[in-house]
């Protein structure tokens, strides 16, 4: 329990290049629980010795890191519950960078998509996002239509994002992604 972060449900949940986990935690406690802790962090697991080597808020403030994402750069893309982008670099420990993105809706689970041509997608609840690794640039590819809000991620798969909005199934092809 010590080696835990108390308070904490890991929501997401990758594997870094160097066998790792890195995982996102909310701090909410549904069903009639209290909550324990304030902020949600982001968290390294040491794979081989089964323990946390690392823990930080990437975003002070904010109690659920939604979304994560390992890029082919080696650096973690995330997303938190107030639709800040963030990106940490596990080899420095470090955030380095984080800016709202709420222009483009609130995050569902699962947003975060590496894609075969070096960019990063983020089904966000009225947009879909391209992220340029490096820069952090964004930028919109589409609008959701009026009514269908995406409400959940799922998969990139063949140069198509797969995602939900509500009981509804859809789908966006990625221009120029194959």
Known sequence: EAD???GHSCITLKALPNGDLVGGTSVAAPGGGH???KEGELF???WPGRKV???VVPVPGDGNIVSIEVASDG????LSGNSTLFVFDPVRRAVVHSERVSQYGGVPRHA???GPDGYVYALMGNAVVRV???TFEHEKLTDVLAGARISAGGALHKGVLY???GTHFWSYDVPGLE
């Open 4 to 6: 835990l972060l108390p």
């Open 44 to 46: 390294i697991l040491d």
């Open 163 to 165: 995602y939900a909005s």
């Open 75 to 78: 650096l973690v893309y995330g």
């Open 132 to 134: 340029k690794l490096g």
């Open 53 to 55: 080597s690392h823990h």
């Open 112 to 114: 975060l998509h590496a």
């Open 35 to 37: 909550p324990v802790a």
